[in-house]
Nanobody, 122 residues
Framework: VQLQASGGGLGQAGGSLRLSCAAS????????MGWFRQAPGKEREFVAA????????YNENSVKGRFAISRDNAKNTAYLQMNSLRPEDTAVYYC????????????????WGQGTLVTVSS
């Protein structure tokens, strides 16, 4: 199983970025996909997750209303659209996959991508 995250980079406060997570080696439509992030010196934080049928969960405290998770099962790819970016969104963003549930905890996920760095300037 491989998860390849891409789309990170430098964004401005108030701007947008879209992350992609291309998956291979798994029955993608049967897997639950999640996005997490980790800022320097902080623990890995749940951002959003989506099931194969489209059920979604978000970190209500930090990203709900600004970020949107989606997936394209035909392309084996999950996405994270990030709008209204804030400097505190600066982190390495990881995509992850599991076959059980739309989880919020890192230990619920079996497979992880390598991470993509998002830096938001004020």
């Amino acid at each position: 199983v491989q998860l390849q995250a891409s789309g990170g980079g430098l964004g401005q406060a108030g701007g947008s970025l879209r992350l992609s997570c291309a998956a291979s080696g798994l029955a993608f439509s049967s897997y639950f996909m999640g996005w997490f992030r980790q800022a320097p010196g902080k623990e890995r934080e749940f951002v959003a997750a989506i099931g194969g049928s489209g059920v979604r969960k978000y970190n209500e405290n930090s990203v709900k209303g600004r970020f949107a998770i989606s997936r394209d099962n035909a392309k084996n790819t999950a996405y994270l659209q990030m709008n209204s970016l804030r400097p505190e969104d600066t982190a390495v963003y990881y995509c992850a996959a599991n076959c059980l549930r739309v989880g919020r905890r890192p230990d619920e996920y079996n497979y992880w991508g390598q991470g993509t760095l998002v830096t938001v300037s004020s």
